[in-house]
């Protein structure tokens, strides 16, 4: 048996509805048409259709009637004169889709307009957060005076999905602030609103069950909620028993989506303010980061060092330095730290500071690696990690002595052969008693070392076989007299041997 639904409630659904084209929409068509029945003999007409819909065939030649997709032809089977439709049928056709393009084209514009208008953008006022308690409540009032009613309230959904808070009301006690948020379930009207329809409670005492949250003889509610996301339900309450007209149902959701424009756009306030903080803070870090790089070349006889770092992200984990120690060498490193981009930034800028201080200290590299391994253990919980090769060259003899960590890629370049001098090693902080191990090898004049901060791996594409360091030997061939500088502008000009979001190389050439 079904359930008769009583005179005193009322579920409103909203139906949506299109507006399809006409006739008269598109200027000079109906001119066109007139002149077409004058010229043929046949009657052109259009034919409303959902901007969605393609064109339809035409009809079969003995009809009156003979559709061509919007374009309907027909004539007077007693007019003498007309033109055969086998003659004007291309001709209807072409106009036919001409209408259809312009139809098309009305509706992307349509799109984007509203698109441009979403697009504008929001105002931010120094004492927005002081006015929009009340903002809320004045669109309380206006709707529940537009549709007659003499209090309204507006509770959202809190996260779990399970409870109603109020968060603004038009005359209500400010203590209902205070009370604990409603249950949803068991919340029949509001449960039915958050579905998509509006109930309307014309005499609450008949409907007990239904729990409206105050207590008053007629109430109206409607959903609030997003384009695809509920968020509460919108009362309104009324002082005796009465109707609510349809209009006035509608009036009401229009309320609600107002509401739901005021609550979105404090939203997007409030994640465009930190937005904001957030991109000035990382534009700090970013101006603080490249101020660290040495960008003035050392000043020592015989020799040429240049650095570089490229990257999609301004903000990143790469990092190199050089410095000419107390004792007259030349110190150069370059490495890159593991983590987020904020994590890894300061985990480099770490490590720099820590070898700036031991610098000024006389040390060998193997010494130096293991300072910096144990500050950033000490400094750290255990989740930073970095790579770093450690190089100190002896300008006399050119003697290299180094020491690495993690996965950093060192290369020997001389005009005869390019090659590995270091293997990956345990990484910075990640164990306080790792040991790492010193190298020696010697930089004739005319040779190169390369220094990448991270392990190169790629391969030619055109030579799957040709390996890493006969790519850097393939490209060092054409600049082999060529300054530091150009060494590294080339090898960053040839795009398959630094791939990733951060590319960084140092170079350090002993003069021929």
């Known amino acids: 048996m079904t359930k008769k639904i009583p005179d005193y409630l009322r579920l409103h659904r909203e139906d949506s509805a299109g507006n399809p084209p006409d006739q008269s929409d598109v200027r000079g068509l109906d001119a066109l048409c007139r002149s077409f029945h004058r010229a043929t003999g046949w009657q052109l007409s259009y034919q409303p259709a959902d901007v969605e819909h393609g064109w339809g065939g035409c009809g079969s030649p003995g009809s009156a009637e003979r559709e061509t997709g919007r374009v309907v032809l027909s004539r007077n089977e007693q007019a003498e004169g007309a033109v055969a439709y086998e003659d004007i049928q291309p001709l209807a056709t072409a106009i036919g889709s001409l209408v259809e393009e312009i139809h098309r084209t009305r509706h992307v514009v349509w799109q984007r307009e509203a698109e441009l208008a979403a697009g504008i953008p929001v105002a931010i006022r120094s004492d927005e957060d002081q006015h929009f308690a009340a903002r809320l409540e004045a669109v309380l009032r206006g709707g529940a005076e537009a549709i007659g009613c003499q209090a309204a309230a507006l509770y959202l959904l809190d996260d779990a999905t399970s409870h109603l808070k109020l968060r603004a009301c038009w005359r209500l006690p400010y203590s209902r602030f205070l009370e604990l948020p409603r249950p949803l379930r068991g919340a029949v009207a509001d449960l039915e609103a958050l579905v998509g ?101 050392p000043l020592v006889e015989g020799w040429q060092v240049a650095g570089r770092s490229e990257g999609t992200e301004e903000l990143g984990g790469d990092y190199y330095d050089w410095c000419v120690l107390p004792d007259g060498r030349l110190a150069v490193a370059a490495g890159h730290a593991e983590g987020t981009r904020v994590e890894a930034a300061l985990t480099a800028a770490t490590v720099q500071i820590a070898m700036k201080a031991h610098a000024v200290y006389r040390h060998e590299p193997r010494q130096m690696v293991s300072r910096l391994n144990e500050a950033l253990w000490t400094h750290s919980t255990g989740h930073r990690f970095a790579s770093l ?124």
Request: aromatic letters at 8%; one cysteine or more.
């Open 197 to 297: 329809h509006a109930v309307a409670l014309e005499d609450t005492s008949l409907l007990p069950h239904w729990r409206t949250p105050e207590n008053f003889p007629a109430a109206l509610c409607v959903p609030v909620s997003s384009a695809a996301t509920p968020l509460g339900t919108l009362w309104f309450f009324a002082d005796r028993a009465r109707e609510f007209s349809s209009q006035q149902t509608h009036l009401a959701e229009l309320v609600a989506g107002r509401l739901v424009s005021d609550l979105e756009r404090e939203t997007l306030i409030r994640e465009s303010l930190r937005g904001r903080q957030a991109d000035r803070t990382l534009q700090v870090l970013s101006n603080w980061q490249r101020e660290q790089r040495p960008y003035i070349p």
């Open 389 to 512: 090769f450690y190089g100190v060259i002896d300008p006399e003899s050119g003697s290299v002595q180094f020491a690495s960590a993690g996965s950093v890629q060192s290369l020997s370049c001389s005009p005869l052969q390019v090659r590995t001098v270091n293997e990956e090693q345990p990484m910075l902080g990640a164990d306080p008693d790792s040991r790492f191990h010193q190298k020696t090898f010697v930089l004739e004049a005319g040779d190169s070392l390369l220094i990448f901060s991270r392990c190169q791996t790629v391969r030619s594409t055109n030579s799957p076989s040709q390996s890493f360091e006969d790519s850097v030997a393939h490209v060092l061939q054409s600049c082999e007299r060529a300054t530091a500088e150009e060494q590294l502008q080339a090898i960053f000009e040839n795009q398959p041997l630094l791939r990733g979001p951060e590319r960084t190389a140092v170079v350090a050439r002993r003069l021929s």
